[in-house]
Nanobody, 120 residues
């Protein structure tokens, strides 16, 4: 029903910035909460940031507060993650996901992921 495609990952140095983008298909994009997750090698997938259906509410993991910003443009069916002041511990595969439940649960649709690598 929903297809998600991430882009914008890459290799950067600590302190640099990256902007991830997620393009969604379908006509019901605005009805989903959208989130960004990440998974580092040997670690469980964790939520990084999320935004509500209308964009009025956001959630951030403590580890990224003040550095990352999530936004969405329902007219363009996109959700973005601006990542500033990147740290080596931010290295992971980042996934875009869509939820019909809430910003912190019920994620049913996932993209393929984009690699973010931050060197020291």
């Amino acid at each position: 029903q929903v297809q998600l495609v991430e882009s914008g990952g890459g290799l950067v140095q600590a302190g640099d910035s990256l902007r991830l983008s997620c393009a969604a298909s379908g006509r019901t994009f605005s009805s989903y909460a959208m989130g960004w997750f990440r998974q580092a090698p040997g670690k469980a997938r964790e939520i990084v940031a999320a935004v509500s259906w209308g964009g009025g509410s956001t959630y951030y993991a403590d580890s990224v507060k003040g550095r990352f910003t999530i936004s969405r443009d329902n007219a363009k069916n996109t959700v973005n993650l601006q990542m500033n002041s990147l740290k080596p511990e931010d290295t992971a595969v980042y996934y875009c996901a869509a939820s019909l439940s809430s910003m912190t649960s019920g994620y049913l649709y996932w993209g393929q992921g984009t690699q973010v690598t931050v060197s020291s």
